[in-house]
């Protein structure tokens, strides 16, 4: 088929690729234009080759649906793509993302989208009040005008790079366009922790609180695992004898609180610590006082090998624990820092040599 358009020929070819469940006709098409110079039997003996190409490529799933629109290719990627190699806490994150990500170019197709359109969309998403999940200070104060994190604009960008560099290789792009845009950097930000005496007086503090924190908050900061890690704990994960805790899978939530289980990525996520006497002497303590309390619930108890469960034996939620430390932070004259904090090499190390000196009460 030739046009004469602007002075240049323009050739269209169509390929029928059978019909939909509605009875049409299902077809790709690509437009190719003859390179300047070429006369019209070199046009000729070339379209019919390009017709050829071109068959093979559809037939072969080759050809790239050129078409089809973010909003689509998402859809299909987060079942194809991220059911399998997500994990479940990151399947739920990405499907919130994609709400955002959709509402701005979820109608361009793939192959019209620029690095104009994503950085027009990360400037959007650093307006005041977009943040759904608002914080506010102790005066009732909204935090930050209700902006979201840089943080939290870079993983929309990298949602967004992960699914085009999907299309990339499943041959429906030929480049990552996201490579090529600004996202905002995310600003080094040192996360507080406490000072040696800090940490003997939070330790002390701890004395008078209930059993079941004291120990949670006293393993954290003695191994400095992940609080899903804490969570995850089992009876059977405590060596007494040997005085070893194993680390081998984290509890997690997602959606509506329902508590998940999720196995280490890698081997070097299964990891064990060695317990000191005092340590040991506190969760044998911690033990006791769980059979008492599964003993005062009666036929209410939920059977589970959890060290850390609700008043009738389920697995406790993650945020259960956060919440109760920033509670017991805030009553004391410690500097405000965060159940993450406690991670840090330092305070680690600190903890574990008064320890060794404490007595559980």
């Known amino acids: 088929l030739y046009q004469l358009l602007g002075g240049k020929f323009r050739d269209e070819i169509r390929v029928y690729c059978g019909i939909d469940i509605n009875g049409k006709r299902l077809g790709k098409s690509k437009t190719w234009i003859p390179e300047q110079g070429m006369t019209p039997k070199q046009i000729e003996k070339e379209l ?71 950085n027009h969309f ?88 209930p059993i079941q924190y004291r120990t949670m908050i006293i393993l954290l900061i003695y191994t400095g695992i992940r609080r899903g890690e804490l969570c995850g704990l089992e009876w059977k994960d405590i060596d007494f004898e040997n005085q070893v805790m194993r680390i081998c899978r984290s509890s997690q939530y997602v959606g509506n609180k329902k508590i998940i289980t999720k196995e280490p990525k890698t081997k070097s996520g299964i990891r064990q610590f060695t317990l000191s006497s ?42 259960t624990v956060t919440d109760w430390f920033s509670k017991f932070i805030k009553r004391t004259d410690l500097p405000y820092v965060t159940l993450h904090s406690l991670r840090h090499p330092y305070v680690k190390s600190t903890t574990k040599k008064y320890l060794f000196f404490l007595v559980p009460t």
């Open 278 to 319: 005092t340590a040991c002497a506190l969760l044998k303590q911690y033990r006791l006082w769980q059979r008492q309390e599964k003993l005062k619930v009666g036929d209410r108890w939920e059977e589970c090998d959890r060290l850390f469960t609700t008043w009738n034996g389920t697995p406790i939620y993650p945020d």
């Open 48 to 118: 019919e080759r390009q017709k050829i190409l071109f068959e093979e490529e559809v037939k072969n799933g080759t050809c790239p649906d050129d078409k089809i629109k973010f909003v689509d290719f998402s859809k299909r990627w987060m079942e194809e793509y991220g059911k399998a190699n997500l994990a479940v806490k990151t399947y739920g994150r990405y499907g919130d993302y994609l709400k955002r990500i959709n509402q701005s170019i979820g109608h361009l197709k793939l192959r019209d989208i620029t690095p104009m359109h994503l």
């Open 122 to 209: 990360y400037r959007s998403l650093e307006a005041e009040g977009i943040n759904k999940h608002k914080r506010y200070d102790s005066d009732g104060n909204l935090i930050n005008a209700g902006k979201l994190a840089p943080k939290t604009i870079v993983d929309h960008h990298r949602v967004i790079s992960k699914i085009l560099a999907t299309a990339v290789k499943w041959g429906l792009l030929e480049k990552n366009v996201a490579e090529r845009a600004d996202p905002p950097k995310i600003p080094y930000k040192e996360l507080p922790y406490l000072n040696e005496e800090q940490i003997k007086q939070m330790i002390c503090l701890l004395d008078d609180e």
